[in-house]
């Protein structure tokens, strides 16, 4: 299998960038958008000068539970710069998605509760709501990871999106918004309610 079908494989359609879409990234946006890929992992992320941003992470079930994702993440951390990425709600019917928010949680990584994220899929047409988690070392507010997550959607989700798919992706605004008084629950909490602590 290669990297583009292990991902495939793994994250959920709606999710997922087309073949083409990440293959013109590396090509064309080379300076910004890399793949670092092993035997049991591919991790596929955009670096601007003062943040990253995770686009996926796939590590290969044969070698969970050994420090791999770890590893990947501290890689991204000794950058010195904060680490943005996008996780789909707890789903407790796919443990993935608990397992995952787990992960992330042990890693340091916050829920931006203030930033709302919302894109139409272009594969399915359905809305996919999603929560923003980052980790920053100098401990930036959510209004700047919500502008930096602004950067990234439009240098790297939408990139080339109507030569790529033949229609557009919406316009930044109609997809995050940014709201001190956004009425949600800390993503992290969810997991505790789940375990009963």
Do not use: C
Not at 93 to 107: A, I, M
């Amino acid at each position: 299998m290669n990297w583009y079908e292990k991902l495939n494989k793994y994250f959920p359609v709606e999710e997922m960038k087309s073949q083409k879409h990440m293959e013109m990234l590396l090509k064309e946006k080379g300076d910004v958008y890399y793949k670092d890929e092993g035997p049991y992992h591919v991790l596929m992320y955009a670096e601007f000068k003062s943040f990253i941003f995770i686009d996926y992470v796939y590590v290969s079930a044969a070698s969970r539970g050994q420090g791999l994702g770890h590893k990947l993440i501290e890689k991204l951390k000794a950058k010195n710069k904060p680490i943005i990425l996008e996780v789909e709600p707890v789903d407790y019917e796919d443990s993935d998605t608990e397992k995952r928010l787990k992960f992330y949680q042990r890693e340091g990584f916050v829920h931006a509760q203030s930033i709302g994220y919302n894109r139409r899929s272009l594969a399915t047409n359905e809305e996919t709501p999603m929560e923003i988690l980052y980790w920053s070392p100098d401990n930036q507010d959510e209004e700047e990871i919500y502008k930096q997550m602004k950067k990234m959607y439009e240098d790297i989700h939408t990139y080339k999106d109507e030569e790529i798919y033949g229609k557009s992706y919406q316009p930044v605004d109609e997809v995050l918004t940014y709201d001190n008084d956004r009425d949600t629950d800390d993503i992290f909490d969810a997991l505790k309610q789940s375990e009963g602590v």
